[in-house]
């Protein structure tokens, strides 16, 4: 780890999302590369009105800090609201998506471990 | 890990701080106890208007997000301004102090690596 940092997350510039997105950006807040994390990393995710991050699985968990706006998580055979002061944990191996279901930006905090806890 | 879980973080019980601390309360949103979170836990920390955190070091990192309010860290030598929307890294072995500075409460997440990565 280096000296440590304070920024406002919109210095991060916000990385458009593919793979089974739509209106999804993604800026990774605290990562690896530049930040030295070990264990785990800080990504904000943003959906637009109407906007999807994919519906998949995979073997790790996520930590979810909601900030601004309204929508769902289907987790599993659920669909959960969201809205801002949410926290929600998607568990490794659970099926999951994320929707914006409201009329403004969708924004929220999303935590994964570092690539080597990640399998 | 279980299936997971949508909660609103005041939902939560707020434990006072103590241990050089004043004015503070912690938070355990997503922690190993109760949810099984293998790598890492999210907590929310709340300072009220004066409060601080210890001026303390540890050897494991802090990742910050900040909720609501304003208030300071000192980050080793330096001091830097806190408010919504700012991300901190505080890293693993530098002397820190969180401190409102404002007069509403300072609400920041703050998540630590799981106990068999704090040393």
Wanted: aromatic fraction near 8%; charge should be negative.
């Amino acid at each position: 780890m280096n000296q440590g940092k304070v920024i406002h997350y919109s210095q991060v510039e916000a990385e458009v999302a593919g793979d089974g997105a739509a209106g999804a950006s993604i800026r990774w807040l605290i990562d690896e590369e530049h930040d030295g994390a070990r264990i785990f990393v800080m990504r904000m995710i943003e959906l637009e009105p109407g906007g999807y991050s994919p519906h998949h699985t995979h073997p790790y968990e996520h930590q979810n800090f909601v900030v601004d706006g309204h929508g769902e998580l289907r987790l599993g055979e659920e669909i959960r609201p969201l809205g801002p002061g949410d926290v929600a944990l998607v568990p490794a191996g659970l099926r999951h998506q994320y929707r914006n279901t409201g009329s403004t930006t969708l924004r929220f905090l999303c935590f994964i471990p570092a690539e080597k806890f990640r399998s």
